[in-house]
T-cell receptor, first 115, second 116 residues
C-alpha cells in the first residue's frame, strides 16, 4: 500500500461528459502529480502541484484542469470527453517539490472508459 | 529534453535465475535521477530503486540492483533470484535534479515473465 488514495477506481462515461478524479496524497507529502497511461502514449506526465500551487505542466489538454486544496488532496477534472481520453490516470505524491532523489509514490489509478 | 529508451518489449526468465532489464537515457542535464517502477497486472505502480547521476556506487535494494554506467548513459535493472511474483511490466524513468519541479519521464516498459 503506497499510502496514496485515488477514487474512483473505475469510471465509465460517455463522450462529451465531464468527470472528476480525486487523489489523497501520502501523509506528509506536499507534492501531487497526475499522469496518464494509455496504450498509444504510454505514461505521460500531466501536471504537478506543490502545497496548493501549480509547479509544472506537461502534456495536459486544455479540456483538463487540476487543483490542489488546502488539505493537500487534489482533483483532476476532465471535460468534453473524447474516446481517446480512455486511459488509466495515476496520482502520485512526494514530500518535496523539486527534482530530487525522493521517489514519487503512486496510487492504484483510476481507469476511465469513454463509451 | 530527456528521453528514456527500453529496447526489450518482453523478457522471459526462469524462476531463481537473474535477469537484466535494459534502460538507456538521453539527457543533456548534469544532475538527474533514475528510477525503476514495477507495474503488476493489477495496475498499480510500485517504486523499486533510485540512482542519482552523481552517486558513485550502484544502488541496491534487496534483490534489485542498478547497473549504472554513466558514460554509456545506461541504468539497467538487475533482478536476482527471480520469483513468480516478479512477473510484471517494468518502467525506467528519469527526472532532472536541482529544479523547482519533479516531472518523471518514462520509458515504454519491459514486460517480464517468470516461469516455474
Amino acid at each position: 500500500d503506497s499510502g496514496v488514495t485515488q477514487t474512483p477506481k473505475h469510471l465509465i462515461t460517455a463522450t462529451g461528459q465531464r468527470v472528476t478524479l480525486r487523489c489523497s496524497p501520502r501523509s506528509g507529502d506536499l507534492s501531487v502529480y497526475w499522469y496518464q497511461q494509455s496504450l498509444d502514449q504510454g505514461l505521460q506526465f500531466l501536471i504537478q502541484y506543490y502545497n496548493g500551487e501549480e509547479r509544472a505542466k506537461g502534456n495536459i489538454l486544455e479540456r483538463f484542469s487540476a487543483q490542489q486544496f488546502p488539505d493537500l488532496h487534489s482533483e483532476l477534472n476532465l471535460s468534453s470527453l473524447e474516446l481517446g481520453d480512455s486511459a488509466l490516470y495515476f496520482c502520485a505524491s512526494s514530500a518535496g517539490g523539486g527534482g530530487s532523489n525522493q521517489p514519487q509514490h503512486f496510487g492504484d489509478g483510476t481507469r476511465l472508459s469513454i463509451l | 529534453a530527456q528521453k528514456i529508451t527500453q529496447t526489450q518489449p518482453g523478457m522471459f526468465v526462469q524462476e531463481k535465475e537473474a535477469v537484466t532489464l535494459d534502460c538507456t537515457y538521453d539527457t543533456s542535464d548534469q544532475s538527474y535521477g533514475l528510477f525503476w517502477y514495477k507495474q503488476p497486472s493489477s495496475g498499480e505502480m510500485i517504486f523499486l530503486i533510485y540512482q542519482g547521476s552523481y552517486d558513485e556506487q550502484n544502488a541496491t535494494e534487496g534483490r534489485y540492483s542498478l547497473n549504472f554506467q554513466k558514460a554509456r548513459k545506461s541504468a539497467n535493472l538487475v533482478i536476482s533470484a527471480s520469483q513468480l511474483g516478479d512477473s510484471a511490466m517494468y518502467f525506467c524513468a528519469a527526472n532532472r535534479r536541482n529544479t523547482g519541479f519533479q516531472k518523471l519521464v518514462f520509458g515504454t516498459g519491459t514486460r517480464l515473465l517468470v516461469s516455474p
